[in-house]
Protein backbone atom coordinates (compact mmCIF):
# COMPACT_ATOMS: atom_id res chain seq x y z
CA UNK A 1 0.00 0.00 0.00
CA UNK A 2 1.11 3.46 -0.97
CA UNK A 3 1.66 5.90 1.92
CA UNK A 4 0.28 9.02 1.56
CA UNK A 5 3.17 11.37 0.35
CA UNK A 6 3.52 8.51 -2.62
CA UNK A 7 0.08 8.54 -3.42
CA UNK A 8 0.45 12.84 -3.40
CA UNK A 9 2.96 12.63 -5.76
CA UNK A 10 1.07 10.51 -8.32
CA UNK A 11 -1.61 12.42 -8.17
CA UNK A 12 0.14 15.16 -8.99
CA UNK A 13 1.43 13.60 -11.70
CA UNK A 14 -1.66 12.87 -13.11
CA UNK A 15 -2.53 16.13 -12.36
CA UNK A 16 0.07 17.51 -14.29
CA UNK A 17 -0.66 15.24 -17.04
CA UNK A 18 -4.45 16.09 -17.79
CA UNK A 19 -3.55 19.96 -17.56
CA UNK A 20 -0.78 19.60 -20.17
CA UNK A 21 -3.11 17.31 -22.24
CA UNK A 22 -6.22 20.21 -21.66
CA UNK A 23 -3.42 23.04 -22.61
CA UNK A 24 -1.89 20.81 -25.67
CA UNK A 25 -5.58 20.67 -27.37
CA UNK A 26 -6.51 24.61 -27.05
CA UNK A 27 -8.94 24.34 -24.46
CA UNK A 28 -6.88 26.34 -22.29
CA UNK A 29 -8.56 29.52 -23.29
CA UNK A 30 -12.84 27.86 -22.80
CA UNK A 31 -11.83 25.69 -19.75
CA UNK A 32 -9.03 28.43 -18.06
CA UNK A 33 -10.98 27.57 -14.54
CA UNK A 34 -10.38 23.82 -14.46
CA UNK A 35 -6.99 24.29 -15.87
CA UNK A 36 -6.42 26.11 -12.75
CA UNK A 37 -7.90 23.67 -10.82
CA UNK A 38 -5.25 20.79 -12.31
CA UNK A 39 -2.64 23.34 -12.46
CA UNK A 40 -2.84 24.12 -8.42
CA UNK A 41 -4.07 20.48 -7.47
CA UNK A 42 -0.43 19.26 -9.01
CA UNK A 43 1.04 22.34 -7.39
CA UNK A 44 -0.18 21.23 -3.98
CA UNK A 45 -0.09 17.79 -4.52
CA UNK A 46 3.87 18.13 -5.42
CA UNK A 47 4.66 20.21 -2.39
CA UNK A 48 3.07 18.44 0.29
CA UNK A 49 4.36 14.77 -0.76
CA UNK A 50 7.57 16.21 0.01
CA UNK A 51 6.71 16.97 3.45
CA UNK A 52 6.14 14.83 6.55
CA UNK A 53 2.79 15.08 7.71
CA UNK A 54 3.13 15.86 11.10
CA UNK A 55 5.86 18.46 10.83
CA UNK A 56 5.01 22.37 10.85
CA UNK A 57 5.93 23.44 7.14
CA UNK A 58 2.72 20.41 6.24
CA UNK A 59 0.47 22.13 8.09
CA UNK A 60 1.44 25.77 6.66
CA UNK A 61 1.09 24.47 2.92
CA UNK A 62 -1.89 22.58 3.85
CA UNK A 63 -3.29 25.72 4.89
CA UNK A 64 -2.15 27.99 2.19
CA UNK A 65 -3.48 25.06 -0.52
CA UNK A 66 -6.64 24.81 1.18
CA UNK A 67 -7.66 28.22 0.64
CA UNK A 68 -6.52 28.46 -2.81
CA UNK A 69 -8.28 25.44 -3.70
CA UNK A 70 -11.72 26.74 -2.44
CA UNK A 71 -11.07 29.75 -4.58
CA UNK A 72 -10.25 27.88 -7.87
CA UNK A 73 -12.75 25.20 -7.12
CA UNK A 74 -15.77 27.68 -7.11
CA UNK A 75 -14.86 29.51 -10.26
CA UNK A 76 -14.56 26.14 -11.72
CA UNK A 77 -17.96 25.22 -10.54
CA UNK A 78 -19.16 28.20 -12.01
CA UNK A 79 -17.29 28.03 -15.39
CA UNK A 80 -18.94 24.61 -15.42
CA UNK A 81 -22.30 25.96 -15.58
CA UNK A 82 -21.26 28.60 -18.00
CA UNK A 83 -20.47 25.96 -20.59
CA UNK A 84 -22.82 23.13 -19.96
CA UNK A 85 -25.94 25.72 -20.27
CA UNK A 86 -24.30 28.53 -22.93
CA UNK A 87 -27.34 28.21 -24.62
CA UNK A 88 -29.86 28.53 -21.63
CA UNK A 89 -28.74 32.30 -20.25
CA UNK A 90 -32.03 32.23 -17.78
CA UNK A 91 -30.70 28.74 -16.66
CA UNK A 92 -26.93 29.93 -16.33
CA UNK A 93 -27.87 33.00 -14.03
CA UNK A 94 -29.92 31.04 -11.80
CA UNK A 95 -27.53 28.47 -11.48
CA UNK A 96 -25.06 31.16 -10.75
CA UNK A 97 -26.95 32.39 -8.14
CA UNK A 98 -27.39 29.56 -6.39
CA UNK A 99 -23.39 29.05 -6.54
CA UNK A 100 -22.88 32.47 -4.67
CA UNK A 101 -25.55 31.62 -2.24
CA UNK A 102 -24.30 28.06 -1.33
CA UNK A 103 -20.80 29.21 -0.69
CA UNK A 104 -21.85 31.93 1.07
CA UNK A 105 -23.60 29.95 3.23
CA UNK A 106 -20.90 27.61 3.37
CA UNK A 107 -18.36 30.19 4.63
CA UNK A 108 -20.06 31.80 7.19
CA UNK A 109 -21.83 27.82 8.68
CA UNK A 110 -17.67 27.20 8.79
CA UNK A 111 -16.78 30.78 10.68
CA UNK A 112 -19.79 30.02 13.11
CA UNK A 113 -18.84 26.23 13.31
CA UNK A 114 -15.04 27.27 14.01
CA UNK A 115 -15.69 29.91 16.67
CA UNK A 116 -18.51 27.71 18.98
CA UNK A 117 -16.08 24.97 18.92
CA UNK A 118 -12.86 27.44 19.93
CA UNK A 119 -14.70 28.67 22.71
CA UNK A 120 -16.39 24.97 23.80
CA UNK A 121 -13.30 23.00 22.92
CA UNK A 122 -12.08 20.44 23.69
CA UNK A 123 -9.99 21.07 20.19
CA UNK A 124 -8.98 24.60 21.43
CA UNK A 125 -5.29 24.08 21.04
CA UNK A 126 -5.54 22.81 17.77
CA UNK A 127 -5.91 24.87 14.59
CA UNK A 128 -6.04 22.07 11.96
CA UNK A 129 -9.08 20.54 13.30
CA UNK A 130 -11.15 23.81 12.12
CA UNK A 131 -9.36 24.31 9.03
CA UNK A 132 -10.33 20.82 8.67
CA UNK A 133 -14.27 21.25 9.74
CA UNK A 134 -14.28 23.82 7.36
CA UNK A 135 -13.17 22.31 4.64
CA UNK A 136 -15.19 19.61 5.08
CA UNK A 137 -18.33 22.33 4.95
CA UNK A 138 -16.88 24.06 1.77
CA UNK A 139 -16.30 20.47 -0.45
CA UNK A 140 -19.73 18.72 0.66
CA UNK A 141 -21.57 21.87 -0.38
CA UNK A 142 -19.46 22.11 -3.83
CA UNK A 143 -19.70 18.22 -4.29
CA UNK A 144 -23.61 18.69 -3.69
CA UNK A 145 -23.73 21.24 -6.26
CA UNK A 146 -21.46 19.66 -9.30
CA UNK A 147 -23.79 16.22 -8.09
CA UNK A 148 -26.79 18.50 -9.16
CA UNK A 149 -24.72 19.40 -12.41
CA UNK A 150 -24.24 15.63 -13.14
CA UNK A 151 -27.95 14.78 -12.74
CA UNK A 152 -28.72 17.26 -14.98
CA UNK A 153 -26.29 16.43 -17.38
CA UNK A 154 -27.53 13.02 -17.30
CA UNK A 155 -31.54 13.79 -17.83
CA UNK A 156 -30.87 16.87 -20.53
CA UNK A 157 -29.57 16.20 -23.98
CA UNK A 158 -27.90 19.39 -24.16
CA UNK A 159 -25.27 18.53 -27.03
CA UNK A 160 -22.32 19.51 -25.58
CA UNK A 161 -19.10 18.72 -27.48
CA UNK A 162 -17.19 15.70 -25.97
CA UNK A 163 -14.52 17.80 -24.17
CA UNK A 164 -17.02 19.97 -22.22
CA UNK A 165 -18.94 16.89 -21.13
CA UNK A 166 -15.43 15.21 -20.49
CA UNK A 167 -14.41 17.94 -18.21
CA UNK A 168 -17.15 18.53 -16.33
CA UNK A 169 -18.09 15.07 -15.70
CA UNK A 170 -14.18 13.98 -14.63
CA UNK A 171 -14.42 17.29 -12.48
CA UNK A 172 -17.40 16.25 -10.86
CA UNK A 173 -16.39 12.93 -9.92
CA UNK A 174 -13.43 14.00 -8.54
CA UNK A 175 -15.20 16.59 -6.28
CA UNK A 176 -17.46 14.01 -5.54
CA UNK A 177 -14.81 11.66 -4.23
CA UNK A 178 -13.13 13.95 -2.09
CA UNK A 179 -16.61 14.99 -0.89
CA UNK A 180 -17.35 11.64 0.17
CA UNK A 181 -13.90 10.59 1.90
CA UNK A 182 -14.46 14.07 3.53
CA UNK A 183 -17.79 12.74 5.17
CA UNK A 184 -16.29 9.57 6.16
CA UNK A 185 -13.38 11.14 7.80
CA UNK A 186 -15.61 13.45 9.94
CA UNK A 187 -16.65 10.22 11.85
CA UNK A 188 -13.00 10.49 12.96
CA UNK A 189 -11.74 12.15 16.22
CA UNK A 190 -9.48 14.54 14.45
CA UNK A 191 -11.61 14.71 10.98
CA UNK A 192 -8.90 12.50 9.13
CA UNK A 193 -8.47 8.86 8.57
CA UNK A 194 -5.21 8.07 6.87
CA UNK A 195 -6.54 5.31 5.56
CA UNK A 196 -9.36 7.00 3.67
CA UNK A 197 -7.35 10.24 2.78
CA UNK A 198 -4.77 8.16 0.79
CA UNK A 199 -7.55 5.71 -0.87
CA UNK A 200 -9.00 9.35 -2.12
CA UNK A 201 -6.06 10.68 -3.47
CA UNK A 202 -5.32 7.42 -5.22
CA UNK A 203 -9.05 7.60 -6.85
CA UNK A 204 -8.23 11.23 -7.84
CA UNK A 205 -5.15 10.64 -9.88
CA UNK A 206 -6.53 7.54 -11.53
CA UNK A 207 -9.50 10.21 -12.61
CA UNK A 208 -7.05 12.71 -13.54
CA UNK A 209 -5.19 10.23 -15.93
CA UNK A 210 -8.67 8.94 -17.35
CA UNK A 211 -9.49 12.80 -17.69
CA UNK A 212 -6.26 13.20 -20.08
CA UNK A 213 -6.82 10.53 -21.97
CA UNK A 214 -10.54 11.19 -22.84
CA UNK A 215 -9.25 14.55 -24.12
CA UNK A 216 -10.18 14.71 -27.62
CA UNK A 217 -8.84 17.24 -30.81
CA UNK A 218 -12.52 19.30 -31.86
CA UNK A 219 -13.27 19.52 -34.85
CA UNK A 220 -14.97 22.24 -36.07
CA UNK A 221 -17.77 20.68 -38.60
CA UNK A 222 -19.83 23.79 -40.44
CA UNK A 223 -23.59 24.44 -38.93
CA UNK A 224 -26.53 22.83 -39.84
CA UNK A 225 -29.92 22.25 -38.81
CA UNK A 226 -30.33 19.40 -35.89
CA UNK A 227 -33.69 17.95 -35.88
CA UNK A 228 -34.96 15.13 -33.09
CA UNK A 229 -36.67 11.90 -34.31
CA UNK A 230 -37.01 11.12 -30.50
CA UNK A 231 -39.90 12.34 -29.07
CA UNK A 232 -38.60 12.37 -25.18
CA UNK A 233 -35.61 14.28 -26.24
CA UNK A 234 -37.71 16.32 -27.91
CA UNK A 235 -40.38 17.18 -24.30
CA UNK A 236 -36.90 17.20 -22.65
CA UNK A 237 -35.68 20.31 -24.61
CA UNK A 238 -39.18 21.63 -24.47
CA UNK A 239 -39.13 21.25 -20.90
CA UNK A 240 -35.34 23.14 -21.00
CA UNK A 241 -36.21 25.81 -23.49
CA UNK A 242 -39.53 26.41 -20.84
CA UNK A 243 -37.29 26.63 -17.15
CA UNK A 244 -34.56 29.15 -19.35
CA UNK A 245 -38.00 31.38 -20.27
CA UNK A 246 -39.10 31.58 -17.03
CA UNK A 247 -35.29 31.80 -15.25
CA UNK A 248 -35.31 34.79 -17.67
CA UNK A 249 -38.39 36.65 -16.96
CA UNK A 250 -37.75 36.32 -12.78
CA UNK A 251 -34.33 37.78 -13.47
CA UNK A 252 -35.51 40.39 -15.32
CA UNK A 253 -37.85 41.49 -12.29
Known amino acids: ML??????LFQGSAALIAAWRLASLGLARSQTAILSFLCLSSLCCFLLSTLPAASDYYFWIFLVCTGCTWAVSAWSVREMFSLSMAHYPGIRSAARWVLY????????????LAVSGWLKGPHGQTSLYYIQ???RVVVLTLAAIVAGLLWFLSRYPL??????????????LVFVSEGVADLIDSFA????????????????AILF????FLLRQETFAPA???????????????????MNRLLSRVGRR
Open 3 to 8: TLNEAE
Open 101 to 112: ASIAFSFLFSAG
Open 133 to 135: GAD
Open 159 to 172: HLSRNTYTSCILFS
Open 189 to 204: PWLYWVGVDTAEVLLG
Open 209 to 212: LGWA
Open 224 to 242: RRVTFDDPRETDLLRQLDA
